[in-house]
């Protein structure tokens, strides 16, 4: 727990003056029922700075060349414009439909269109495994032993041996998994082992990847603080992450998959992003998913911002994802997006850590297979996420989940999120599923449920039928299964200043004397994108009304899906 104070003395050295003025203005908040409250910060990262493109997405005003549409086959006219586009240029596609296969982004090159439905990548080969790439192999160097620096909060680390690494470099900082640990890591969950899940098969789940910023010896200094405390007796281990594309955009325009979608995209998506360091998606509407709308994997401070996904190939398991970060993901940050007409939202695995997905809308998410069952909107799927920050998103008639199908999860925070399952669903009736295994997880100011409609407020099972539940805690697997138990993912929970229909009220911990919520933990302000007549933040329990709109939900509804979605409930 932070006092304001505290966080002054934070904000003034390693912020300066707009995260002085930020937290005077929160000062202003504050009333007799305590100081404003911040999860504590073994539990938390600074992700305020530390998360998207560095210093934001970058408006690149400079054309290099303008191309129009053929009517044939695109593809080799934008892929060697964008091969020969300047550093920080800007391949400009006129109004119209581009007739593609695939096209690959190139470090410092810009694609952008005149706007979603105006400019429209339309996909043509029912071969090719992507439409857009930022690189197709984050490959990894060799790995080399720590010898120091590695306790959560530092900016430099010391390898035992020369390292090889040089200024710039992105490096992936990891240990060995401890299932009997506190908390667990283990990528062995109720659906068995997962080999995707981390480095080494999967037996290295929890890492965090790092830009250095200068070498001197064997010692690394660090662009951001370490998130986590690696164990010595863990054998921790830094290891380079080959980023293939950096500094390279795709804005104002639509990827129009939905003819092209094939089995080749299974492990990539619509958009790959595998090997990618401070690379972005801007106003980009994603049309067609196979298993990932956008995939990530090897990723580093990218933002995806204003995007749409939806319509996906089938509407059952292991497809249509709307984003997946897969393996290897930090400070990447979404935000303000539209996930929809999709069986599965936002998933998290192996080696995900420090991001922060915000303010995105996720509705109409279902199963032709199972259409009464209501669905993740944000999920952890595979081991071992932390430290991930998911804030002010309105999900509407799904649930937040952290699953323990391939392993555990721990020391991340839902904040002033939106939640609710669907009237038209009568299984899995529940908003928040925490699994056994899943720990450490902080659940603050969140709005909960729709009166009249929940009527248990925690269960150790998961409903396959009626009443409905806020929370459910400890289940071992995804089936009408015995009970679980309240463990460790209950005792080390904090739920804080949550509203929810079953006491149709605010709880909050007891032992937690502060009961004023800061506006974000991740911005100092209303961002930029943010309609300056809608108020921010829009949902929490402390605002009238609780449950305001956000942008990407009013986009949603002056655009709703196309086409319609199948009338399955």
């Not at 060799?142 to 680390?157: E, F, P, R």
């Not at 980023?243 to 995209?265: F, P, Y």
């Not at 008639?397 to 399952?421: C, E, K, M, P, Q």
């Amino acid at each position: 727990m932070k006092t304001v104070l505290t966080q002054l003395r934070s904000g003034m050295s390693g912020r300066g003056l707009a995260a002085f003025t930020f937290l005077v203005g929160i000062m202003l908040f504050s009333t007799a029922a305590g100081a404003v409250y911040y999860p504590p910060s073994d539990r938390t990262v600074t992700w305020q700075g530390n998360v998207g493109v560095s210093g934001d997405v970058p408006n690149r005003t400079a054309i290099y060349k303008m191309l129009s549409p053929s009517g044939g086959d695109d593809t080799s006219a934008i892929q060697t414009a964008i091969n020969n586009c300047p550093s920080g240029q800007v391949v400009q596609l006129d109004k119209g439909t581009f007739n593609v296969t695939k096209i690959d982004m190139k470090s410092n090159a810009t694609l952008r269109g005149y706007g979603i439905g105006v400019t429209i990548l339309k996909g043509t080969s029912t071969s090719s495994s992507y439409i857009v790439s930022f690189g197709t192999n984050a490959g990894l160097g060799t790995s080399v032993n720590l010898a120091g620096g590695y306790t959560k909060g530092s900016t430099s680390i010391t390898a035992s041996s020369s390292p090889g690494w040089s200024a710039g470099n992105i490096i992936l900082i990891d240990q060995i998994n401890n299932a009997s640990g506190n908390p667990p890591v283990s990528n062995t969950g109720s659906d068995g082992t997962c080999s995707w899940c981390g480095r080494s098969s999967g037996a290295r789940s929890l890492g965090q990847a790092v830009k250095v910023t200068a070498i001197s010896g064997n010692t690394a200094t660090l662009e951001m603080p370490l998130y986590w405390s690696f164990d010595p007796t863990l054998s921790p281990q830094g290891t380079t992450v080959t980023m293939n594309v950096q500094n390279a955009g795709l804005e104002n325009l639509t990827i129009d998959n939905s003819t092209s979608m094939n089995a080749n995209q299974q492990n990539n998506g619509t958009v790959l992003m595998n090997g990618a360091a401070n690379c972005w998606l801007l106003k980009v509407d994603i049309y067609g998913v196979w298993e990932g709308g956008i995939t990530m994997e090897g990723t580093y401070r990218c933002t995806v911002r204003s995007c749409r996904v939806h319509y996906s190939h089938a509407y059952t398991t292991s497809s249509g994802y709307g984003l997946w970060m897969e393996y290897i993901n930090s400070a990447d940050l979404v935000e303000d997006s539209i996930f929809d007409n999709l069986p599965a939202g936002l998933m998290c695995s192996g080696e995900t850590s420090g991001n922060v997905i915000a303010y995105c809308y996720i509705t109409n998410l279902y199963y032709t297979t199972d259409p009464a069952s209501a669905i993740e909107a944000l999920d952890n799927h595979g081991a071992h996420p932390i430290m991930n920050l998911w804030e002010g998103n309105f999900c509407e008639g799904t649930l937040l989940g952290s699953d323990h199908i391939w392993g555990t999860a721990s020391h991340n925070t839902w904040f002033r999120n939106r939640v609710f399952y669907g009237s038209g669903f009568t299984k899995r009736l529940m908003d928040l599923n925490i699994w056994s295994g899943e720990t450490y997880f902080n659940v603050i100011g969140n709005v909960i449920g729709t009166a009249g409609r929940e009527m248990v407020y925690q269960s150790a099972s998961i409903p396959f039928g009626t009443p409905g539940v806020i929370w459910v805690l400890g289940v071992k697997s995804s089936g009408n299964s015995p009970a679980g138990s309240y463990g460790l993912e209950t005792t080390s929970l904090i739920r804080h200043g949550n509203w929810d229909s079953v006491t149709n009220g605010v709880v909050w911990d007891p032992t937690i004397p502060d009961h004023v919520l800061p506006p974000s933990l991740y911005l100092t302000a209303k961002p930029s994108w943010w309609p300056s007549a809608m108020p921010w933040p829009s949902i929490g329990p402390d605002l009238t009304p609780m449950s305001g709109t956000i942008p990407a939900r009013q986009r949603y509804l002056l655009t709703p899906p196309s086409p319609a979605p199948p009338t399955v409930r």
